[in-house]
Each structure stands twice: as C-alpha cells, then as structure tokens.
C-alpha cells in the first residue's frame, strides 16, 4: 500500500531512511552525552508572535476550501529532469520561490494563495534529517540556504500564504538519547515526552508516540508551533496521523497530537490553517472537525511513477471514497481530496477528459483546490482547468458538497442542491470505452423543464424536459447548473419493515433510530433478499425509485421488479452503520400493483430502510 509524503518511498530510499536513523536507544542513559546541531541564527524564532494586520481571523480559516500549490507531487514523480540530484531532490528554495513568483503571476488573481512546501525540507538530498538543539526540525542548508523564514516572508512578499510540513509524533532522530532539551521547558527532555518503552508511530514508524500524560509533551509541541509561526508560516500539514494512515490502534492513535496542535497554534497568536494527513479514519471525523481545518480522505493521489498522477493510481478511487465524508465538509473543516495535478498535460499522466473529471469531482465535492503542478509550465488546457471562474465559484461558494444520486456505477450522477434554489450537477462515466449518462430531474426531486447551463464551456444549453443526457467518452464527465422551472414531485414511502414486505434467507428487521420509522431491513448477505408487495402505480413506465439505505462501506445488490431480470448496483458508502443516504435507481413498472425485490446475490448488500415512489 502506497502510503503519504515524505515517508511514501520506494525500497532504495526506505534503505536510506532506515541508515540515516538514529539507533533506538533502549533507556535514558544518565551518563550519555549527544551532539545536536546548532540551528541557523535565522531559524531560532522563540518569542511569540504578532499577527500580520492583514492575516486572517482564526475564526475565519477555511470558511472556504483553500486554493493554492504543494512541492510533493514533482518531489515523488520519476518524470524526467524533475528530480536531478536523486529521489524527492524537486524541494528546494529555488524551486519554491519559482513557483511561488508563477502563482502569483497566473492564479493569484484567481483566488490561489497558499504556497506550501512538503516533506522533507530538514532533510539533506540523502533523506538524512537536521534537528536543531530543541529537537525541532532544523532546515537543511542546501536545500533552503537562507533559512526558513527567509523563504515565507518572499512568500509573502507576493501577497500568498505559506505552508510548511511535519509528521505527527516525535522524530526518532530527534530524540537524542533523551537528553535533549525542549525549548522554553525547564527541566524537561526527550526523554520526559515520550513512552518509556519507545512506542513508535504515525504511518511509517518514523517517531516515537507522544505521551501526553506527561507534562513536558504539550510543551514540546508548543516549542514546534511558535517555531513556525515565529518563521511566519500560515499552514501546517501535520502527516502520518492516525487512526488512519494506514494504521490503526492505541499506538498509532494521534487524536490527542492534534488537539496538542490545535491548542498549541491558538497559543501562537498566529492564524495556521492546520490539515491533517492521510486516509485518516471516518471514525474519528468528529475529532478532525473539532481540532483542525481540513483532512485528507484517502491515501496519495500521485502515482509514484514517470508522471505526477495515473487514472487508475489513485484519481479514480475518489468516486468511490469520498461518498461517505460529504456531510462533513462545511465551513471551518473540509474534505481534502489532495493534490488536483491537471494543469502539466503529459506530466499530469492523464487524458484530457480525465484531466476535466478529475477538477470536476474536485470542486464538486469541496475539496482543496491546491495543484501539484509545474506553474511555469502550465498548458493552455491546464490553466483553463485551474481559472475557469464558474467552477471556482462552485468551489468555493455557499453551495454544499455534492454526492452520488444515483449508484456508484461506471456511469453516474453526482448533485447537491444549492441555497438558491438551483442544483448543481455533475454526469460522469468512470468506464473505459465511451457510455451514454442520464440526469433524470426525479432524482433531483423534479419533474417538468429546467435550464441548462455548462459550467466547463460557460454556455447555457437551452432548456430540458424530465432529463439531460450526454454522450461521454471514457473517463469523461459534464458540470451543470441547473435551474427547474417544473414540479416538486411528491413520493409515496414504503418502509422496509413493513409487514406486507418478504423477507428470505438470513434478512431480518432491526432496530435503527436514523431510519423513518425508527427500523431497517439488514443480514442481507448471501441470498438475502428482501420483497416489496403491492408497489401500485398508475401508469407503465420507467420510474426513478429513491431508496433509502446505510452501508458502513460500498455495497452492491440486485434490484429487479416482478420476478425479471435485476440490475446490480453499487451503494456509495454512507461512512457509517448510523446514517441514512438515498439513492435513484430505474424499475420498470406495470400499471398496478407491483413487486421490487432487493437482492444480496452472492455478496453483502446495504440494509434497507424504505424506497420512495414518486407519485407521477
């Protein structure tokens, strides 16, 4: 499994890693000495802070999701001359203020404004890491040789932000036979902040866990926050956290690190927009929101190859797991989908319809809209992508995030409906070969006429009855809005546990309190079916049935009317077995009454709480 940043290595550089490392130390050796090196006069802020004038309120950070630019997907491409002296050799000084001059000549002006500087910045071109005698990251002196705070106030110079990296926990170089000091923390060491049998963690065993029952940890992190502020960085990736990250478990569980951060940046003075890093568990979304301003859903988007991402290495994992987080992204904390690489064209790795997917799903579902992209080699195609000012507006407007309407199947539709009374839509067909894809207005809750417009093309398409269909190559997708003029539809709910229903093999009814009539139908696996008798309808035709389900990961079942042949369809996850989430499906119906099976087939299928049949 591929993992994040800096740590997200192949075998050669893992063996670097592993011979740059400190020995572990098996005690706090009372008669041991150990050198640390001095850090740059430049890099040794200490006082607290004082806020620009012109930074952001902390209470506004992330009211929006933020726009701007990370080092980590050229540092992890093998594409040729991006890395010349060795694997992650991209990051360096010369290389961010590069960047930073480009965004501010091509996307400032679009809404882009943080500049922000990945793993690996204490770190030589053989991944050997430099601490300062705090045991806080040190910046290395070729990479960065005017130190770090020279680099964000160039930053800033431009009228951006500026962004800066750590992993969660404390740094197994930096321990230093635990005698090295913590900053503004009398008497209290390495040694006093960590557990006693050297437990490591974060997603690559990289550090030694933090325990926080110990009075000298906060101040640990409290000495790493006002280093950054005091250097005038305004965002901090905090890497490695878990539960998630690819671990799970007491060891590996840094909720209390970030609430440390969160605390510790307050106490700064200083606004830092703090996110959090990678595949982080849904589990614990409450705590994300709680400490931070945004969290990555899924693991690394580049591909780790001759190019900065791939379609199937891991752009198109989004569709199926950004579903279950779309009801926690809003102001304040938003879904992160990482990096949004679509602006290089043959270093992206991608084709254009994908390229336009990709921003699609991006600006849909809230997330950041920070690129990983060369800047000073944007195409023409590319910077389209990045400056079109509806999709933008999309983004970062008061509309929610969109989720699926439909099932997660190769052709879909995403939607949200936004405070104007207007939806957004989006068509995609995520299959290899080019598909026909349907927006019927029923699964938006509609029927009649509505307008049309492309948001990609900026141009109103007309008006259009009941639906739109578009004819997509593989891989491609549409962006609308779309304005009704028609009808609300009105639905008829059947419960799932109504005793009219047929339950076969193992279903059964449930308690489920977040269902409409307080149950649900599950224990549908493995020839699990359940039957709904006596669906009346009054007309033949096609009819968009809405149904209602929880599904703690994606599932798939059967659906089929009168005893014909059923259709198998994926159910987007709704992140837990507590929420409810609805879905469109087309049935087939007589004129009268009815039956609708749900069927598990031979795998697991979603529990049911009820379906919707519209009414006309």
């Given at each position: 499994m591929r993992s994040s940043s800096y740590f997200a290595l192949p075998a050669r550089a893992l063996l670097v890693l592993a011979l740059a490392a400190v020995a572990v130390p098996t005690a706090h050796a009372a008669d041991t000495t150990t050198a640390v090196p001095t850090a740059h006069a430049a890099d040794t802020t200490t006082a607290v802070p004082i806020a620009h004038?012109?930074?952001?309120?902390?209470?506004?950070?992330?009211?929006?999701?933020?726009?701007?630019?990370?080092?980590w997907s050229m540092q992890s491409s093998k594409y040729p001359g991006l890395n010349p002296d060795g694997d992650y050799s991209y990051l360096?000084?010369?290389?961010?203020?590069?960047?930073?001059?480009?965004?501010?000549?091509?996307?400032?002006?679009?809404?882009?404004?943080?500049?922000?500087?990945?793993?690996?910045?204490?770190?030589?071109?053989?991944?050997?890491?430099?601490?300062?005698?705090?045991?806080?990251?040190?910046?290395?002196?070729?990479?960065?040789?005017?130190?770090?705070?020279?680099?964000?106030?160039?930053?800033?110079?431009?009228?951006?932000?500026?962004?800066?990296?750590?992993p969660a926990g404390l740094e197994k170089g930096a321990y230093g036979d635990g005698?090295?000091?913590?900053?503004?923390?009398?008497?209290?060491?390495?040694?006093?902040?960590?557990?006693?049998?050297?437990?490591?963690?974060?997603?690559?065993?990289?550090?030694?866990?933090?325990?926080?029952?110990?009075?000298?940890?906060?101040?640990?992190?409290?000495?790493?926050?006002?280093?950054?502020?005091?250097?005038?960085?305004?965002?901090?990736?905090?890497?490695?956290?878990?539960?998630?990250?690819?671990?799970?478990?007491?060891?590996?569980?840094?909720?209390?690190?970030?609430?440390?951060?969160h605390q510790a940046i307050a106490d700064t003075g200083r606004p830092i927009h703090l996110e959090l890093s990678w595949s982080l568990d849904i589990g614990h979304a409450a705590d994300w929101k709680k400490y931070s301003q945004g969290?990555?859903?899924?693991?690394?988007?580049?591909?780790?190859?001759?190019?900065?991402?791939?379609?199937?290495?891991?752009?198109?994992?989004?569709?199926?797991?950004?579903?279950?987080?779309?009801?926690?992204?809003?102001?304040?904390?938003?879904?992160?989908?990482?990096?949004?690489d679509v602006g290089n064209g043959e270093m992206d790795g991608l084709t254009k319809a994908e390229r336009q997917s990709y921003a699609t799903l991006w600006a849909i579902a809230k997330s950041p809209l920070y690129t990983g992209d060369d800047l000073t080699r944007l195409d023409s195609y590319g910077l389209s992508l990045l400056t079109n000012r509806e999709v933008i507006a999309l983004n970062q407007g008061p509309n929610p995030p969109a989720r699926p309407v439909t099932p997660s199947d190769p052709q879909q539709v995403w939607a949200a409906k936004n405070p104007d009374g207007t939806y957004t839509v989006a068509l995609f067909n995520l299959a290899d070969a080019p598909a026909a894809v349907t927006a019927d207005w029923a699964a938006l809750g509609f029927t009649g006429k509505a307008a049309v417009r492309d948001l990609w093309n900026?141009?109103?398409?007309?008006?259009?009855?009941?639906?739109?269909?578009?004819?997509?190559?593989?891989?491609?997708?549409?962006?609308?809005?779309?304005?009704p003029h028609g009808q609300?539809?009105?639905?008829?709910?059947?419960?799932?546990?109504?005793?009219?229903?047929?339950?076969?093999?193992?279903?059964?009814?449930?308690?489920?309190?977040?269902?409409?009539?307080?149950?649900?139908?599950?224990?549908?696996y493995v020839g699990g079916r359940l039957t709904f008798n006596d669906i009346v309808v009054a007309k033949a035709g096609t009819y968009q049935i809405r149904v209602a389900y929880i599904s703690g990961d994606s599932r798939s079942a059967d659906i089929s009317a009168n005893g014909g042949g059923a259709t198998r369809h994926k159910f987007p996850a709704t992140g837990d077995w507590g929420t409810v989430e609805t879905v469109s499906v087309p049935v087939t119906l007589k004129a009268g009454s009815n039956t609708i099976a749900v069927d598990s087939g031979t795998g697991y299928a979603p529990d049911i709480d009820r379906i919707d049949i519209p009414k006309s």
């Open positions: 004038a012109a930074d952001t309120p902390a209470a506004a950070l992330a009211a929006k999701p933020y726009m701007g630019w990370s080092s360096t000084e010369a290389n961010v203020l590069k960047q930073t001059d480009a965004m501010a000549a091509k996307l400032k002006k679009y809404g882009y404004e943080y500049v922000n500087i990945d793993a690996g910045w204490w770190m030589d071109k053989t991944w050997k890491s430099g601490y300062d005698q705090y045991g806080r990251q040190k910046p290395d002196p070729v990479r960065f040789p005017s130190g770090m705070k020279a680099v964000a106030d160039r930053i800033h110079a431009k009228g951006l932000k500026a962004g800066i990296y750590l005698r090295t000091p913590i900053w503004n923390a009398e008497g209290c060491t390495t040694a006093d902040i960590v557990y006693d049998d050297l437990r490591t963690t974060n997603g690559w065993d990289s550090a030694y866990k933090l325990d926080f029952s110990k009075p000298c940890t906060a101040k640990y992190i409290d000495s790493q926050a006002q280093l950054i502020a005091g250097w005038g960085y305004d965002f901090l990736k905090l890497d490695g956290v878990g539960p998630g990250s690819g671990k799970n478990g007491d060891q590996y569980d840094n909720v209390a690190d970030v609430a440390a951060w969290w990555r859903v899924d693991t690394d988007v580049e591909c780790y190859c001759n190019t900065l991402v791939s379609w199937e290495n891991s752009v198109d994992d989004r569709w199926d797991d950004t579903p279950a987080w779309t009801r926690h992204a809003g102001p304040g904390g938003w879904n992160d989908l990482d990096s949004l900026q141009e109103n398409l007309g008006t259009y009855k009941n639906k739109v269909t578009q004819a997509l190559p593989a891989h491609g997708s549409r962006l609308f809005t779309v304005t609300q539809l009105t639905w008829t709910a059947v419960e799932a546990e109504s005793s009219a229903n047929t339950l076969t093999g193992n279903a059964s009814v449930a308690d489920c309190s977040a269902c409409s009539g307080g149950h649900k139908v599950g224990n549908l």
